[in-house]
């Protein structure tokens, strides 16, 4: 029996960030955003093969909460008609985007007005990519060399390239907390080069840390560089996928699947140890005030670890909450398999999946529901400083990020 035809219709928007807007991601920076050198876009793909849907959106933000993520995809899903397991949300982990996700440390810097219209366009963006849909070829190719993974799948159609789909593992966000302009970072300049071949370009951000490393501080960049730089890095990618070769996929074919595991969630500190660990920071804070070489640091952390005490405090008084729920999605697309997990996933890791595609921070960002780190020790035995105490809900399952991926392939899409 012949394959059933794959229709693809793929639109890009601008998000219309404004200077006078919080930039999200680092809390270091004391001012809203001053300027703005280029614009944050959504970017959409809808793939439809028979009665099956793939619907992935990329928005050039840090990230989206849990909440935000789930009620964006219901909204796609009652737009397409489709299931919402075929819907899949990912943001690009810039810094340089104005706030579109809580975070410890950021305080109150989101604006729902904001957050809304960039609902509303991702929305809008998604139906004008189902309006164009048309029957396309699928084109794919990936490599792996000593510069990291590489995967292109492009979407011809009658009259030339609907969309590119692109992603790679090793290029990291550029822009760091010294950056107080609004910007897509590298994105921007990758996509408008992928886009000179024609069609709309989604470039998915790839993994790209070693993952969490408890005896570091949060929050500290490991790159602070130049809008210049962003360009180098952009089009120096644009052009190491260009050099992908790509061919027919043995298998022409688009599934979807959403799903979800239970992760419990440990034990949550007594009052009486947030008030030893408050007593702790103000202690730290007033250790910082006499060193003024760390003054600056300390002010974030500080400021981070303040927030996660509130919270903690907040939830330390539910008898419910022993558990929390991780939502995983993966597709088939052509020969190549997507991941999607809602935390960063490492390198090592990826590496076990090759050549898989997996996208972390997508669906949405677990946010700061405390756990216990597991230690023989209390916590106020331990020789750490209070901000790394009780680090956000993804950090400790991040070495998990196998165990989950495989139990996606396992059960998600076949």
Known sequence: MAEKPVFCGAAAASLD????QWLGGLPKREEPATELWDEPTVRTLVLRQGSEWLALACLDLYGLNLLSARNLRQRVADELGCDEEAVCIVCTCVSSAPASMR???????LEASWLEHVAERTVRCFREAARSLQPAEILQGFCSDASGSA????FIGSDGPVATLSWATGVAPVLGPSCNAISADYFGFLNRAMERWGGVSVHLPGPWSRGFDPAKPPFEASRDGSHEEAARTGLSLAERLARVELQPPRKAQCKARGGGILLPVFDLPDRSTLDELEARLETAKSQAQRDSGSDARWQHLARATEEWIREARRLSGRKDLDSVHVPMWRALLGDHELFALPFEVDLPTMREFSPALVVGCANGALGPLP????SSRSPLEAEIPPHVLYADLHAPIHPMAGTLLSCARNSLVS
């Open 103 to 109: 975070m410890r440390g950021l305080g109150d810097r």
């Open 371 to 374: 756990h216990r780190r597991p």
């Open 17 to 20: 960030a404004r200077p006078g």
């Open 151 to 154: 995967a292109v799948t492009r």
